[in-house]
């Protein structure tokens, strides 16, 4: 969240939109493997989530795989 700069809730919608499985309540240590994360990216870029700024943060997301901020 902290990378793509958005809220819980989004991310939360963005996650289940993409069918990834989640932390259990209070997660917060929870990683995201790899293969998610690239699904959460496929996610944004499709038009549910574009007006939430979906491509900025697809692309945030892609920084922070390939070893970037």
Not at 31 to 53: A, M, N, S, W, Y
Request: glycine content about 18%; hydrophobic content about 35%.
């Amino acid at each position: 969240m902290e990378s793509g700069g958005i809220s819980a809730g989004i991310f939360d919608a963005i996650r289940k939109a993409s069918r990834v499985k989640g932390p259990g309540h209070g997660g917060l240590d929870w990683l995201f493997p790899t293969p998610d994360v690239r699904r959460l990216i496929v996610q944004c870029r499709k038009g549910t989530h574009t007006e939430r700024g979906g491509e900025q943060i697809a692309q945030a997301w892609e920084a922070l795989l390939a070893g970037g901020t």
